[in-house]
């Protein structure tokens, strides 16, 4: 079935370092992934998303890259900042109903 | 503009009781889901609707777990004869068109005692 996992439960950088957090999936067959944000209190808020036929997506400071072969994608994000701490989900759309993995804690130490 | 609320955002019930959490989605939005997010976890799917027509409900996880939208607009999951295992955040969102962005609200937490 569908999986989507992270590598890390935590993760902490100083402030204006790069981040990058790791997710790795299981469905060959998967052709979306979405990356979301989500503040303490708050609903997931959508990031960055990429389709299966490209490696590489940027957005304002956060990349997206893919790796189909080894089936892992990973979220860059530039310069992060104190507004950056949330935890990151990354998630596989089959169907259309999100598959979230359990998601990765950033602290951003100033 | 208007995001998607859900009421209450606390919730704290007994042992035994029913519940009924409400979703308002994004107005003129087709798709609405409801996810449960258990503490430390990523939210999980329960069921999705298009309209008023409750398309998917694979997720929902036993037969004490109901959700309706009866005019294709609001929400409500209920929970009835609620467990310790329930007490989670229960996530509602909802999109233009169901392969669209999906939009979440702020959840609702509930708290079995």
């Known amino acids: 079935g569908e999986s989507v996992g992270l590598h890390l439960p935590t993760l902490s950088v100083q402030e204006g370092d790069n981040s990058i957090i790791n997710c790795a999936y299981s469905n060959s067959a998967s052709d979306y992934f979405i990356w979301y944000k989500q503040e303490s209190g708050k609903g997931p808020q959508f990031i960055i998303d990429i389709r299966s036929n490209m490696d590489k997506r940027q957005g304002q400071r956060v990349t997206v890259l893919l790796n189909k072969t080894v089936k892992h994608l990973s979220l860059q994000i530039a310069a992060t900042q104190p507004g950056d701490s949330a935890v990151y989900f990354c998630a596989d759309i089959p169907g259309g109903k999100l598959i979230f993995g359990q998601g990765t804690e950033l602290s951003v130490k100033p | 503009g208007a995001g998607v609320s859900q009421s209450p955002r606390y919730k704290v019930a007994k042992r035994g009781q029913d519940v009924a959490l409400r979703c308002d989605p994004i107005?003129?939005?087709?798709?609405l889901f409801w996810y449960q997010q258990a503490l430390g976890q990523g939210p999980e799917f329960l069921t999705y609707f298009q309209n008023e027509a409750q398309l998917d409900k694979s997720g929902l996880p036993s037969d004490r777990f109901f959700a309706e939208r009866p005019e294709g607009s609001v929400s409500t999951l209920k929970i009835q004869r609620t467990q310790q295992e329930d007490s989670a955040v229960y996530l509602c969102?909802?999109?233009?068109?169901?392969?669209?962005?999906?939009?979440f609200g702020p959840g609702t937490r509930l708290t079995v005692l």
């Open positions: 969102a909802s999109s233009l068109y169901p392969a669209d962005e999906q939009f």
């Open positions: 107005s003129g939005h087709v798709s």
